[in-house]
């Protein structure tokens, strides 16, 4: 029975994400050929049709990554290629923990070597195309190597602890997984800016004094205690602009990209700001991490039961071996099959991650200025290549935020409104 469902589920999957897929290409060329009206003044018919080139190209190349993604999945369930690699740890290994964690390592291993190519047609086929990449090659292997060391050295231990419990615990681990996935989610965002990013960039003090007084003035006005300004070397990899807040706590850093300084003037990269800060303010964050943790649980507690029943494995194309732990086996066959049921959420999460976006927005119209804040999305949209006319249904599922357009419009109700502190 559950398999009918696994293949029902599947293959509506990829034909929803196919339509979409579809529709977004098909949007996109129809509104190539004019600058919407609101952007007219601001953008170029050749900057709009570029962004529209470059949308179309990732979409069609996210077509393929997924069908082969799917072919990858089928593989591993149904045509037995995780029962083959589980059969053969077991002939090799004889420690337990070791054959599980090697199981989980090679599932990781063969989904990563799927989506090497895709990254590198992206960076350097896509973006170099477009002249976005700044990314060497050799910068690329070094990039990928300390990834991967850094995901062995924080993915084991994390996994050991997991597999641990799993084994020992039988009955309450979904609980203990869950306190040890809170503990490391927490030991992350601590470790992230002290060791995990400077890995990857530098980061130096922000050295323009005028800009530092005006982020100084807002977050005061904000009451925002704010532990550094940084300015982070992302043109080397690439010419898309961001910004970002990073830490716990009082240890709250703000990193610009060098590649947003170097468009953005003091008002605009002022008014991104307070719509960051807007997240803050509003408790988006502490809220989105709740609601993780909350759905990691049931996540957990859903496993736990589905760890139990003989028709969760043999259903998705693997036999449980008895007289030895099958966590692994479960672990495994949840990571792959899972998504395959939850694509259909996301509508609902872009509803409510937009509505924090709006929130956010309207903080910085008030706090800094409405204005300031449009002429840097229009400067940022352009300098992205992300496109003004995305298909409304592909947005919904795919989009955090909310089209250009209507972002832009409901600035508009703030321009010329007075603050209201
Ligand atoms: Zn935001």
Redesign the pocket.
């Known amino acids: 029975m559950f398999t009918i469902l696994f293949v029902v589920f599947l293959i509506a999957d990829n034909l929803l994400r196919l339509f979409l897929s579809i529709k977004q290409i098909r949007h996109v060329a129809r509104h190539r050929k004019q600058v919407p009206a609101e952007f007219s003044h601001h953008i170029s018919l050749r900057s709009h049709q570029r962004a529209a080139d470059y949308t179309i190209q990732r979409t069609k190349t996210s077509i393929v990554e997924r069908l082969i993604d799917s072919i990858l999945l089928l593989a591993l369930t149904l045509l037995g290629g995780l029962q083959a690699i589980d059969l053969f740890l077991a002939r090799l290994i004889d420690n337990e923990l070791l054959r599980q964690l090697l199981l989980l390592g090679s599932i990781f291993a063969l989904g990563g070597l799927v989506q090497l190519p895709f990254t590198l047609w992206r960076i350097f086929k896509i973006d170099e195309d477009f002249g976005f990449n700044r990314m060497t090659l050799r910068l690329f292997i070094s990039d990928t190597v300390k990834g991967l060391i850094l995901g062995i050295a924080l993915g084991t231990p994390l996994l050991v602890a997991i597999l641990w419990v799993m084994d020992n615990a039988p009955a309450t681990w979904p609980i203990w997984a869950w306190v040890i996935w809170v503990v490391f989610s927490f030991s992350i965002m601590w470790l992230f800016p002290h060791v995990i990013a400077p890995l990857f960039n530098r980061f130096e003090p922000l050295k323009n004094d005028s800009l530092k007084k005006r982020i100084e003035a807002l977050a005061k006005r904000c009451q925002f205690t704010l532990d550094g300004l940084f300015v982070m070397d992302g043109s080397k990899r690439s010419a898309h602009g961001n910004a970002y807040f990073t830490g716990l706590g009082k240890h709250k850093r703000i990193v610009f990209f060098d590649t947003l300084l170097s468009r953005l003037n003091d008002e605009e990269v002022e008014a991104v700001l307070a719509?960051?800060l807007?997240?803050f303010k509003h408790r988006?964050i502490v809220k989105r991490l709740l609601l993780n943790m909350v759905v990691a649980l049931g996540f957990l507690l859903l496993l736990g039961w589905l760890s139990q029943q003989i028709w969760f494995y043999t259903d998705l194309g693997v036999i449980p071996q008895f007289g030895r732990p099958n966590n692994g086996l479960a672990l495994a066959l949840f990571f792959l099959v899972v998504p395959v049921f939850t694509f259909w959420l996301g509508p609902l999460f872009s509803i409510l991650s937009r509505k924090?976006?709006y929130e956010?927005?309207t903080f910085a119209a008030k706090q800094s200025s409405a204005t300031a804040l449009i002429s840097a999305l229009v400067k940022l949209y352009d300098d992205n290549a992300a496109t003004l006319t995305p298909d409304p249904a592909h947005s919904a599922f795919y989009d955090?935020?909310p089209p250009a357009l209507l972002r832009i419009q409901h600035l508009k109700k703030y321009v010329n409104k007075p603050t209201t502190n």
Do not use: V
């Open positions: 719509h960051e807007g997240h988006h924090d976006e956010a927005d955090s935020h």
